[in-house]
């Protein structure tokens, strides 16, 4: 019994030594790692399986749509207008007036938080989910 459990920690470890190696190898070798040419601008899923992307390669930058079946070239858009709309969209917002100061006291609609980490637009996204439960709230919190 004792013997099994001696060969199953040194099982263990030649594994985890192989994995090391193999990890610095890749490392070593630049496997995995982007080399700046390419760079996902924003992602935006439509369905369950197709979104639209916008790529910068180099100077250009590319509205692509993509399924699970093909990749389609939508668009070539402006650098500049890219650069732009990305700038507009990380400039924080004033807080929105309350609803009484509102005309018609109509409550603000509640606008998504926008990440531009590499989970941006997955369900991995924390601002994502972060609206989600704060929208669950507003539906079901009773008013008077």
């Keep these: 019994m004792t013997w099994m459990i001696i060969r199953l920690i040194l099982s263990l470890g030649f594994i985890a030594v192989v994995l090391l190696y193999a990890a610095r190898l890749a490392k070593k070798k630049g496997l995995g790692q982007g080399n700046g040419l390419i760079e996902v601008v924003s992602r935006q899923r439509l369905g369950r399986s197709s979104t639209v992307n916008v790529v910068r390669i180099a ?9 699970e079946e093909q990749v389609t070239l939508l668009a070539e858009v402006d650098a500049e207008a890219v650069d732009a709309a990305l700038a507009e969209q990380r400039v924080p917002s004033p807080r ?14 509640l606008v ?5 980490g590499a989970l941006a ?12 439960v704060h929208q669950l709230r507003e539906r079901t919190v009773r008013k008077p």
Aim: hydrophobic letters at 50%; proline letters at 8%; zero cysteines.
């Design 59 to 67: 100077d250009v930058v590319l509205v692509i749509g993509a399924t």
């Design 96 to 109: 929105a007036a309350p609803a009484a100061a509102l005309p018609g006291g109509v409550a603000p609609a």
């Design 112 to 116: 998504a938080r926008t990440s531009s």
């Design 121 to 132: 637009g997955s369900v991995f996204d924390r601002a994502g989910w972060g609206t989600f």
